[in-house]
């Protein structure tokens, strides 16, 4: 069964501080893999885009990177802002045909703390 | 436009009603999405676009969901016979196409609240 995990559920530090959020995932075939931060009451915003030989991407202080052997990709956040509160989501495409599957990961809850 | 929009933004409606919600993408973009957020819940991929076309409709969860996209622009999604349980955020993104490493651009949503 195709399916994405994130962790932690939720998290909260102190602005500044760096943290990392984990995305697991058994979705076969692999297409693309996408951070996205969704604020409260807002569509998501795209962070990154990664594809099956890509393995490090970065926009800004986030930094995404993904291993296709494990099937994990992990956000990075780098000197965290108060604005970066918000949900981060995985998401994992599947397949290349027209048909392909998106899967959502839960997200994780982010609040950074001033 | 400037960006994907969606309306209404919210819609109240009772039990067994039929509604419609709409969709504009962002101009030139071929490819429409159609997610669900449930209270609580992770984003639910329904349905895409490619142009006027729908390749995968396999996320929609009954036969009173349908979707349809005229002049490969402006969609609406219905929903017959409402029940509590679509009571949700149905959200549309679009991109230039429907390729691995195109953006997806959100809208803001439409909360359904259904009596």
Redesign the interface.
């Known amino acids: 069964k195709n399916q994405v995990e994130q962790s932690p559920q939720s998290l909260i530090i102190l602005e500044g501080k760096n943290c990392t959020l984990q995305c697991n995932y058994t979705v076969s075939p692999f297409?693309?893999l996408?951070w996205y931060k969704q604020d409260t009451g807002?569509?998501?915003?795209?962070l990154t885009?990664m594809?099956f030989s890509e393995n490090t991407k970065s926009n800004g202080r986030y930094t995404a990177t993904l291993d296709a052997d494990t099937k994990q990709s992990s956000l990075h956040i780098t000197a965290s802002q108060l604005s970066d509160s918000a949900s981060y989501?995985c998401?994992v495409?599947s397949g290349?045909s027209?048909?392909?599957?998106?899967?959502?990961?839960?997200?994780t809850r982010l609040s950074i703390r001033p | 436009g400037a960006g994907v929009s969606q309306s209404p933004s919210n819609k109240v409606t009772e039990k067994g009603k039929d509604v419609e919600l709409r969709c504009d993408p962002i101009s030139g973009h071929t490819a429409l999405y159609w997610y669900r957020q449930s209270l609580g819940q992770g984003l639910e991929f329904l349905i895409y676009f490619q142009g006027n076309s729908a390749p995968d409709k396999s996320g929609l969860p009954s036969d009173r969901f349908s979707a349809e996209r005229t002049g490969g622009s402006v969609s609406t999604l219905t929903i017959q016979r409402t029940q509590q349980e679509d009571s949700a955020v149905y959200l549309c993104a679009s991109s230039l196409e429907h390729q691995r490493t195109d953006t997806q651009y959100f809208g803001p949503g439409t909360r359904l609240t259904v009596l």
């Open positions: 297409s693309n996408r807002r569509g998501p915003v795209s885009i594809t989501i998401v495409s290349y027209s048909a392909s599957k998106i899967i959502f990961g839960s997200g």
